[in-house]
């Protein structure tokens, strides 16, 4: 079921056109009453209404981008639901994505080549720090501002870890049709929950963030080799540990 332009979601979230869809969900672009700003509204499919589970991973992909403070990744601000209507609200950012600029804006030149590589490998960095794992990295999951600057969107995110890097976290998410912050005593619980499968969970995700980096790793140098080919010169990528460099 597509939402007419003119659906107020909760009271608060009018629905003004729609601007993609996926397989998990519908995006409209949308106006936050309340705040009186534009927002993007992720509803999730019709077909998926009665699904527990896929309700679930659709609220904790919400959350998950919620534990995340960053310049270059898309903030979520709000997610509920609405009768049967489940959806997340996050920012909306005036411009297109990146796929779509390499399209139609390519060739680029160097400094604003390097200059989005830059900002997606912050992105991620932070994510990975924060032990989240993007999932589904590609040019049609960053945006570019008309400002220029970049933004990562997160579609379908996993968290890795309850321990997080505190530097990394948001704000809490709040939620105009239930509570999604997670409380200290939520934490606490789950805290308490992780030694008996930590060290058996460990290994695992600690494979997943190093293969969540190689793509990303190959996403960058894949878009930089790119650009460069397109103008006749040759681009690499050389990565440098941060750590091994304090």
């Known amino acids: 079921m597509l939402l007419n332009p003119g659906t107020v979601l909760s009271g608060r979230y009018e629905i003004l056109e ?41 609220r904790s992909e919400a959350c998950s981008v919620a534990r995340l403070s960053h310049p270059n990744i898309v903030r979520a601000y709000d997610v509920g639901e609405d009768g049967d209507i489940n959806y997340i609200v996050n920012e909306y950012i005036h411009g297109d994505t990146l796929k779509k600029a390499i399209k139609e804006k390519a060739p680029f030149d160097s400094r604003s080549t390097i200059n989005v590589a830059i900002q997606i490998a912050s992105a991620l960095s932070q994510a990975h720090k924060a032990h989240i794992v993007h999932r589904d990295i590609k040019p049609q999951n960053i945006l570019v501002g008309t400002d220029g600057v970049v933004k990562v969107t997160i579609p379908d995110a996993e968290i890795l870890s309850v321990d997080l890097d505190e530097d990394s976290m948001g704000e809490p998410l709040t939620d105009t049709g239930f509570m999604t912050k997670i409380a200290k005593e939520e934490e606490s619980e789950a805290l308490a929950e992780a030694p008996n499968h930590m060290e058996e969970t460990a290994k695992e995700n600690g494979n997943l963030l190093n293969q969540a980096k190689e793509r990303a790793k190959s996403l960058i140098e894949g878009y930089v080799k790119n650009v460069g080919e397109q103008i006749g010169k040759e681009y690499t990528v050389e990565w440098v540990d941060a750590k091994a460099e304090e």
Not at 24 to 51: C, I, N, P, Q
Request: glycine share 12%; hydrophobic share 35%.
């Open 18 to 58: 729609k601007i993609g869809s996926g397989g998990m969900a519908v995006v409209y672009r949308g106006r936050d009453r309340k705040l009186d700003r534009y927002v993007t509204v992720k509803v999730l499919r019709e077909e998926f209404v009665g699904d527990e589970e896929f309700i679930e991973r659709f």
